[in-house]
């Protein structure tokens, strides 16, 4: 099966909204509620941003959210700040028990 | 403190086996959905295998029948045991927890180990 689909890279200016797709299929993004997206700085280990297609983990900014249509989940960014600047990948369930992670997005804030 | 702690890489030859560890503290690795993710050098995030809290293991296609994830209670220790190692398994590899809520296991890492490198190369 292949990675999820996300776009290379994805840019914007301090202050702006952006937001990164991940396409899957109806096995995947579009069968269950189980998406995650995270953050990873260069060197360091990712961390979780958003979990259950919508939800936040304590401690993290109301900036970022999470959403899902048809087989497509995404992730936005309000207010861009310069330590918004990283890597981001969303992660689905499969229904072998297995999780599949996106090809990863390069977020560059102007 | 609440923390992963990985070890056990480094350079090995193809064909050759390595076994990762990882340390945890401040939870039990045995009450706790645990799971390994790679990072090929400049690639992108690679699920590996998870073992449930029943001690079921499930693994990626890419490792399965080379790869087994294991842990040790009274150590609270997660392990990776891998054989028949090629050069596409090198990476840096993560331990992580996945999120629990009350009973509910969400498939979200909310807990990441530093990683450790393997390299597999003649």
């Known amino acids: 099966q292949s990675a999820l689909t996300q776009p290379a890279s994805v840019s914007g200016s301090p202050g702006q909204s952006i937001t990164i797709s991940c396409t899957g299929t109806s096995s995947d993004v579009g069968t269950y509620a189980l998406v995650s997206w995270y953050q990873q700085h260069p060197g360091k280990a990712p961390k979780l941003m958003i979990f259950?297609?919508?939800k936040r983990p304590s401690g993290v900014s109301n900036r970022f959210s999470g959403s899902k249509s048809g087989n497509a989940a995404y992730l936005t960014i309000s207010g861009l700040q310069a330590e918004d600047e990283a890597d981001y990948y969303c992660?689905?369930?499969?229904?072998?028990?297995?999780?599949?992670f996106g090809g990863g997005t390069k977020l560059t804030v102007l | 403190e609440v923390q992963l702690v990985e070890s056990g890489g480094g350079l090995i030859q193809p064909g050759g086996s390595l076994r990762l560890s990882c340390a945890a503290s401040?939870?039990?690795?045995?009450?706790?959905?645990m799971t390994w993710v790679r990072q090929a050098p400049g690639k992108g995030l690679e699920w590996v295998s998870v073992i449930h809290t029943s001690g079921s293991t499930f693994y990626a296609d890419s490792v399965k029948g080379r790869f087994t994830i294991s842990r040790d209670n009274p150590k609270n220790t997660l392990y990776l045991q891998m054989n028949s190692l090629r050069a596409e398994d090198s990476a840096v590899y993560y331990c992580?927890?996945?999120?629990?809520?009350?009973?509910?296991?969400?498939?979200?890492?909310?807990?990441w180990g530093q990683g450790t490198t393997v390299t597999v190369s003649s």
């Open positions: 992580a927890r996945d999120l629990l809520v009350g009973n509910y296991y969400f498939y979200a890492m909310d807990l």
């Open positions: 401040g939870f039990s690795v045995t009450n706790n959905f």
């Open positions: 259950e297609v919508t």
């Open positions: 992660c689905s369930y499969l229904s072998s028990r297995t999780l599949m």
